[in-house]
């Protein structure tokens, strides 16, 4: 129970397979803490998680609950990286909202469901503070705009251009530029594999890992065992030398 207090995840060990549940809540904090009011997901918290979840053996897969209305840019995709990155199954779904930068974090898991009353608002980038006003400022928001829709793309089923003509929507939203997106349309569109809740996630989850230890067993019985190629080869040259060895009894 601590835990979950302390770091918004746990371990499960009661179900079908230990997995770890890890949760995406509130503002993804970044490089500057955020008020004391706020509901904030610490990137610091969580990156030496995924490594410690990544290395644990007996801990077969990975559950991301989201529900978060973004943050900051560069912390939230160092993180779905980090996702992206792992070899062990991981399943992500988006429960309440996944909002701007919790797009990445959404697609960024092997398997993607949405519950069908959640949202998920597509956007540009922007920044709050002090900013200069030269071309340069600008190009800079483009590259990391750029950054953020070459991720997404590459890791669900949506094109950069329908990504880029969702976030610079202008006649949806009344006081800003985007899209939101329904559970329903975010799985037309591409955005999420598919609608559904705990228990789908976590079917999904526990067929992946099913899977992934059948083709894990299956590499560890064939290891070591000579390729079709190989046994041809050895029985070919079985067979030479019972010849040879024939020729010389026959000289004899």
């Not at 601590?2 to 230990?18: A, P």
């Not at 529900?67 to 996702?83: Q, R």
């Not at 922007?126 to 071309?135: D, Q």
């Not at 559904?196 to 899977?211: F, Q, R, T, V």
Request: hydrophobic share 35%.
């Amino acid at each position: 129970m601590n835990k979950i207090q302390e770091m918004g995840s746990v371990l499960t060990n009661n179900g079908k397979h230990k997995i770890h549940c890890l949760t995406i809540i509130g503002q993804i904090e970044g490089h500057y803490v955020l008020p004391s009011q706020n509901k904030t997901t610490k990137y610091e918290h969580i990156i030496p998680q995924l490594v410690a979840i990544e290395e644990e053996p007996e801990i077969e897969g990975l559950l991301i609950l989201l529900n978060t209305v973004g943050g900051d840019v560069e912390a939230g995709l160092a993180l779905a990286e980090l996702f992206a990155g792992m070899k062990k199954p991981t399943v992500s779904l988006v429960l309440g909202g996944g909002h701007s930068i919790g797009v990445p974090l959404a697609v960024a898991a092997q398997k993607s469901f949405i519950a069908p009353s959640a949202t998920m608002t597509i956007h540009p980038v922007r920044m709050n503070g002090l900013t200069l006003g030269v071309p340069q400022t600008f190009e800079y928001f483009q590259k990391m705009q750029q950054r953020i829709t070459t991720f997404v793309s590459k890791h669900s089923k949506m094109n950069p251009e329908r990504f880029y003509q969702l976030a610079m929507n202008t006649e949806e939203l009344v006081m800003d530029v985007g899209t939101v997106l329904d559970g329903p349309d975010a799985v037309k569109e591409g955005l999420i594999d598919g609608l559904g809740s705990l228990s789908d996630a976590l079917e999904c989850l526990y067929e992946m890992i099913d899977n992934n230890k059948k083709d894990h067993g299956h590499a560890e019985h064939t290891e070591g065992q000579p390729s079709v190629e190989e046994k041809a080869a050895m029985k070919s040259n079985h067979a030479d030398t019972k010849k040879k060895t024939k020729k010389r009894t026959t000289k004899k």
